[in-house]
């Protein structure tokens, strides 16, 4: 198998963590796809779009070249390929639980991708309304998730955990002025345990984009 992958990506570290969770990282290989709009290089860029007609990370190509994105399909594509516990609980609402938290955490990281978009523009071309929503959509999240945080895991984990865990560490990662643990002191302590899986720690962000 063959994943389009950027070492920078969000999205991309979910995956991987799954990955390495469920000890299946040897099973395919990582191809370096540069995506970033911003930094436009049409050559790279082209090249994933016989896989992806959206040239979005991750994007899986199994070996008999059907390919699967995005990174939710993925995680739960990987979740098959073992046979250990469980990332995706498969039965009841435990299941609809950890598919919530994922889809929660994800939207979040949405949230925090657009917010970081905007906050990067020259000044004159923020929009401070859009800045203004960006900020309360992030609070109450946070907000929400130091309420959720008794009930996260450290031990058998499932994919709710390993989708918060990753958009903490977005935070910190390319918004640290946020502060996101002011006030969030039980969220806090859970990620600092969780950040110290091997998974995590082989999955930090790189330095190239």
Known sequence: MKLHWSPR???????MVCAYEAGIVDKFECVRSPVAMDKLNLNLNLNLLPDNPLSKLPTLVLDDGYVLFDSPVICEYFDTLHDGARLFPTEGRVRFVALQQHAFAGGLLDVLLLWRQERNKPQPQQRPEWLAAFKVKSTASLDALEQLAPHLRFDAIQIGDIAIACVLSYYDFRLPDLQWREGHPALAAWHA?????????????????
């Open 9 to 15: 990506s969000p999205f991309v570290r979910k995956v």
């Open 193 to 209: 345990h969780f950040v110290d899986r091997d998974s995590m720690r082989r999955t930090e962000p790189g330095d190239a984009e």
